[in-house]
């Protein structure tokens, strides 16, 4: 029988909301719970750190489909 890391849990459902809300596809009841428990700087790291890879990997998409038209 193996015990769940807790602060595995909470670091992979921080992820999990990051990403959930940054795609537009968060639950009430998630965003209810992040709200209600969750460190908001994390959040706020999380998200920037998100938004800055999403605009990366779009620039590095459209500079191949440029590259190769």
Do not use: C, H, W, Y
């Amino acid at each position: 029988m193996t015990k769940n890391n807790p602060k595995k849990n909470k670091i992979g459902s921080l992820i999990k909301s990051i990403l959930a809300a940054g795609i537009g596809v968060q639950s009430d009841k998630n965003r209810e719970e992040d709200f209600a428990g969750g460190n908001p700087l994390a959040f706020i790291i999380g998200g920037f750190i998100f938004t800055i890879l999403f605009i990366l990997s779009v620039a590095v998409v459209v500079g191949l489909v440029l590259s190769n038209a």
